[in-house]
């Protein structure tokens, strides 16, 4: 008999962003500033004493569904052998098969999905690229953190030669205003700013209808894009056929499915240059790959979305040349860095995804539970095993309550405190 996993934890995290962020979906009133990034993280010990460590996130609203739905079905991991990933994967869905297979429900499972995908490359005494099978020991990368919607036009232009000098290859702005010409105008200026010749994307946010899009592709057919991404709602993959067929410069969507089927109706469809599937929102490592080996048939392009801890290591794993989105933001979470040079982001050669969680990350822990031999499936917010002694998630919301949690507080005058995360209601 193998080895089995002997404790699973699952942790939820707020990490706070440096200075909040806005894109096109702000601009248009959609959702409010970002602020924070939550996570879901999974950590699984086996009776041999190995460990993995996996997390999924969320933005703005979410996170907390994935921590209960964790919670719910965690337990079936007990006694299980972690090398049988695909066996467990089933086991977990059917655990929450009423609540489907898509969105919330695959995104906490991810987590574990990915704990256990480092867990067996650590097995290997191998970094997971090198167990998926790498085809190189480096990846092309991007900034995209620099070129948010609340800077001025030469902000952006600095942070994007800032990012340039620290071995970043290219360069990715957020569009999708309401007015489209103030778009053009920073566009225009950030290409003058770096040159013809550096990699140069842009990034709608799904903020645009059909024609729109259309009138702006074809106003940017010179300035030699990479990819324009997201032009449409991320459900409307005949549209993005249709832009595809019709523009010379390459379409880029797929970030925001959470099911195989739907990125494969992109891939059916050829209604993308390059795929941008994203390990956590997808369901984890297990379905990511099975959408990569379909790319890879249609022979598309991937350039996975954000998590770049995750996805250097697909994307050394993905026969063709990728991309990888270079933004810091989880960075603090971890003890380790990806180290950057040429253009380009190394694959740590430190076995598994090279993760270990900081040991300042706790000061962002907003919830914990530990089902096994340590834990006994008990939580930071009360008892999930024999002895329940719970306390309550819910919180009070309005002028009186000022929205009082256990998880923290929320309310216009900004009192808000989450664990030990403090922020202000209005700054998203």
Not at 33 to 52: A, R, Y
Not at 99 to 118: E, P, Y
Not at 178 to 183: C, M, Y
Not at 225 to 253: C, F, N
Request: proline share 4%.
């Amino acid at each position: 008999m193998g080895d089995r996993v002997a404790s699973v934890r699952f942790g939820h995290y707020a990490v706070p962003l440096a200075h909040p962020v806005s894109d096109a979906k702000v601009a248009t009133g959609r959702q409010r500033p970002l602020s924070q990034i939550d996570v879901l993280t999974c950590e699984i010990t086996t009776d041999d004493g190995l460990e993995g460590l996996g997390f999924s996130y969320t933005t703005r609203a979410g996170c907390r569904a994935q921590f209960a739905h964790a919670k719910e079905v965690g337990e079936n991991l007990l006694g299980r052998d972690p090398s049988d990933i695909g066996r467990l994967y089933d086991v977990l869905l059917w655990a929450g098969a009423s609540v489907g297979r898509s969105g919330v429900a695959t995104q906490a499972l991810a987590a574990v999905d990915v704990a256990l995908w480092d867990l067996k490359a650590k097995r290997a005494g191998l970094p997971l690229a090198k167990l998926l099978g790498s085809y190189r020991d480096s990846v092309r990368t991007y900034n995209t953190s620099g070129g948010y919607l609340q800077a001025p036009v030469e902000e952006v232009k600095e942070r994007a030669r800032q990012s340039l000098s620290d071995g970043i290859g290219g360069i990715k702005i957020k569009v999708g205003q309401p007015d489209t010409r103030e778009d053009l105008r920073r566009l225009a200026a950030v290409r003058e700013h770096l040159g013809d010749d550096v990699p140069l994307m842009v990034d709608a946010n799904q903020q645009w209808d059909r024609a729109t899009a259309l009138r702006f592709g074809r106003a940017v057919e010179e300035l030699g894009l990479v990819w324009i991404e997201e032009p449409l709602d991320a459900y409307d993959a005949e549209g993005h056929a249709q832009l595809a067929a019709a523009l010379g410069t390459p379409i880029a969507t797929g970030e925001m499915l959470s099911s195989v089927p739907d990125l494969v109706r992109l891939i059916d469809l050829r209604a993308v240059g390059f795929l941008q599937p994203d390990v956590p929102r997808v369901g984890g490592i297990t379905p990511y790959l099975k959408v990569a080996a379909l790319a890879d048939h249609a022979q598309l392009q991937v350039a996975p979305h954000f998590v770049m801890e995750i996805h250097v290591h697909l994307a050394a794993a993905y026969p063709r040349e990728s991309w990888v989105e270079h933004i810091e933001w989880l960075s603090p979470l971890f003890e380790e860095r990806l180290e950057i040079e040429g253009g380009r982001m190394r694959v740590p050669d430190r076995p598994g995804l090279g993760l270990s969680l900081a040991d300042g990350a706790a000061a962002w822990r907003l919830d914990q539970v530990e089902f096994g031999v340590a834990g006994a499936g008990r939580s930071d917010r009360g008892g999930l095993g024999a002895v329940a002694v719970g306390r309550s998630d819910r919180g009070e919301f309005g002028v009186a309550g000022a929205g009082r949690s256990d998880r923290g507080e929320f309310g216009a005058v900004a009192v808000g405190r989450s664990g030990r995360v403090e922020f202000r209601a209005d700054a998203g």
